[in-house]
């Protein structure tokens, strides 16, 4: 079992900037990826970035934010950020961090994903 813990949510102005962590406990030694995906009300779940340990470490941006948001990891603290700059308000939604233990071939499926935080909100204004 592994445990997601997010924070860093909260109200931004547009072009303002956020950072989200995701904490992993339990039996992180196997996670194979671990990702974030965002929803909005009304909306379905959408990928939003992912890193993946395969092949000494790949990361992997939707197009709506690349070149703006940055994901990355501390393996010591089992930990991944996701740094979103230039934030736009249709980036508003709950940001969930998600991961897998097991091989993902389909990495912005949701149902690809095992495990999941509770989510944390992200605002932003215009």
């Known amino acids: 079992q592994v445990q997601l813990v997010e924070s860093g949510g909260g109200l931004v102005q547009a072009g303002g900037s956020l950072r989200l962590s995701c904490a992993a406990s339990g039996r992180t030694f196997s996670l194979f990826i671990m990702g974030w995906f965002r929803q909005a009300p009304g909306k379905e779940r959408e990928f939003v970035a992912a890193f993946s340990w395969r092949s000494g470490g790949s990361t992997y941006y939707s197009d709506s934010v690349k070149g703006r948001f940055t994901i990355s990891r501390d393996n010591a603290k089992n930990t991944v950020y996701l740094q979103m700059n230039s934030l736009k308000p249709e980036d508003t939604a709950a940001y969930y961090c998600?991961?897998?233990?097991?091989?993902?071939?389909?990495?912005?499926?949701?149902?690809?994903?095992?495990?999941w935080g509770q989510g944390t909100q992200v605002t932003v204004s215009s």
């Open positions: 998600a991961a897998e233990n097991s091989i993902v071939t389909r990495t912005t499926a949701a149902d690809e994903y095992g495990y």
